[in-house]
C-alpha cells in the first residue's frame, strides 16, 4: 500500500503535516482546492528554475496568506521577481475566483531541510542536460549523502523513455532501508517531472530519515 499512494498523504498527522490550512463547506470544498492547485503551478511557473521547495496555503474568510520555502540566498529574491509575483498572482485571484491574497512570504530554507525536493531537482537538471540517468543517479545518491548524514535508506525511480529507448520503461534504485508500509517511518518524499527531447520523464524520490 505504501508504494501506491503519495509518501506524505500517507503519513499526515503522524510524520508529515498538511500544506492547506482552512475550513469549507461542503458546497464550496472543491472550489478552493482549485484555487489552491491555481496558486500552486502558478508560483511554480513563475519560479520555474528556482528551487521552490514547499507552498502553505492559509485561508481566513475570502483572505489567503501564502508561504513560500526557497532555497537559501537564491538570486530573485534579491531582484523585483519577488514583488512582480505577488502584483501578479493578486490580480489573477481577484479575476478568477474573486479572492484577496493577504499576503506572500518568502522563507529561506538550507539545502538539508527538503532534501528529497533538492535531489529531485537536481536529477530533474541533469536529464535534460541529457546525462545517461544510471550515472545521474549514482552522482544523486553520492551528493545526497554528502549534504546530511540522517539518511538511512535512498530510493530513485525514473519513469519514460530513458536514454531515448523506443520503449518506455521504469527503473529504480534502492540503496539501505526505505521503510514505505511504516506509518511511523520518516519519509521524504518528492516528484516531479524533466522535459527531454525524448519526452517527459517522472523522477520520484523516497529519502528514509532518522
Do not use: C
Not at 182 to 207: E, H, M, P
Amino acid at each position: 500500500m505504501g508504494q501506491k499512494i503519495n509518501s506524505l498523504g500517507f503519513r499526515i498527522g503522524i510524520t508529515s503535516k498538511h500544506n492547506s490550512f482552512w475550513y469549507a463547506k461542503p458546497n464550496s470544498y472543491s472550489y478552493f482546492v482549485k484555487q489552491d492547485i491555481f496558486i500552486r503551478n502558478y508560483i511554480k511557473k513563475v519560479l520555474l528554475g528556482h528551487f521552490v521547495f514547499n507552498i502553505v496555503i492559509r485561508r481566513k474568510a475570502n483572505l489567503i496568506n501564502i508561504v513560500v520555502y526557497v532555497l537559501k540566498n537564491s538570486v530573485f529574491l534579491k531582484e523585483d521577481v519577488g514583488r512582480k509575483l505577488i502584483t501578479d498572482l493578486s490580480l489573477q485571484l481577484l479575476i478568477k475566483f474573486d479572492a484577496k491574497l493577504s499576503s506572500l512570504n518568502f522563507v529561506e530554507v538550507s539545502n538539508t531541510d527538503f532534501l528529497s525536493s533538492l535531489l529531485a531537482e537536481f536529477i530533474k537538471q541533469q536529464l535534460e542536460k541529457r546525462v545517461p540517468f544510471r550515472k545521474v543517479i549514482k552522482m544523486s545518491i553520492v551528493k545526497v549523502r554528502q549534504l546530511s548524514d540522517k539518511i538511512k535508506g535512498i530510493k530513485i525511480q525514473i519513469s519514460g523513455r530513458l536514454n531515448g529507448a523506443e520503449i518506455a520503461r521504469t527503473e529504480w534504485v534502492r540503496e539501505g532501508r526505505v521503510p514505505l508500509h511504516t506509518l511511523r517511518a520518516n519519509i521524504d518524499y518528492s516528484f516531479t517531472i524533466a522535459q527531454t527531447v525524448f519526452g517527459v520523464l517522472g523522477i520520484k524520490v523516497w529519502l528514509y530519515m532518522s
